[in-house]
């Protein structure tokens, strides 16, 4: 039996969270948290709006989740971003000792992998879900601001 | 002429947060922002009470620094914490683009020296300030939560 609810089927919600970033002039980033194939965390990212460098769609999604638990460890989720996570998301991600970590597009200047962050020992990782469709409205977005400039 | 308002000074404010933590059962960290001799945060680690990994002093400080300036970047701006960052709060402080830290303690374990966390260019670290006030408290709080368990 086919399963719909595969790393694809939940990267597309957080690609919708990406879309909902882009329309507010933010860099697009959007990230879903998942439970059992329940969605218990959709956020963007809102530097901008927040005036906050902290403000992540990763940081914000982990805060959710954990006050959606009632409790700061996020055993048995997985986090799907569509930006592979940089220093500060990767450490954080780190802290909470999430199950799984599923990107979208790499990030070869500021990600992790780059960086050097360490995950945790027990995150599994996987990159370049839907990555093609992540990495393009991150260029749209990058153009636009360019022309308006 | 001598400035009362030196490292040890600030590092001082730091600690007094440090000590609210540990009242309130928590890792006991404290961290404070400076912008020209003036305390324009204070905060302190709150991981446990909010249920949530990202509460750590220095993040707290920074999302507090820059709704008071009302911009994400914390130039002019000083950190005094009184613990050396993790990866995570390297990470934001990477992307405020903060002048200078100030830690206390350093953490061997998990500060982002030893997990090779990136700093911004621009930003001056200092380390070791107060560092034997911030540690003598820690371990106060991990032998008093050892002999509770």
């Keep these: 039996m086919i399963n719909p609810f595969d790393d694809t089927y939940f990267m597309k919600k957080a690609l919708q969270e990406a879309e909902l970033a882009y329309e507010k002039g933010e860099i697009p980033v959007g990230a879903i948290i998942v439970v059992k194939d329940r969605v218990i965390a959709r956020t963007h990212n809102l ?3 927040l005036n906050d460098v902290t403000a992540h769609a990763e940081m914000q999604a982990i805060t959710s989740a954990a006050n959606f638990l009632g409790g ?10 569509t930006l592979e996570p940089c220093q500060m998301c990767a450490g954080a991600l780190y802290w909470s000792q999430i199950s ?24 599994e990782v996987v990159g370049g879900v839907l990555a093609e469709e992540a990495s393009a409205l991150m260029k749209r977005f990058f153009i636009e ?5």
């Design 47 to 49: 530097t901008e709006l």
């Design 72 to 81: 700061k460890y996020l055993l048995n989720c997985t986090l799907y971003v």
């Design 100 to 123: 799984k970590v599923v990107y979208g597009a790499s990030d070869v200047q500021r990600g992790f992998n780059t960086m050097g962050t360490q995950l945790h020992p027990k995150t």
């Design 145 to 149: 601001k360019r022309n308006l400039n």
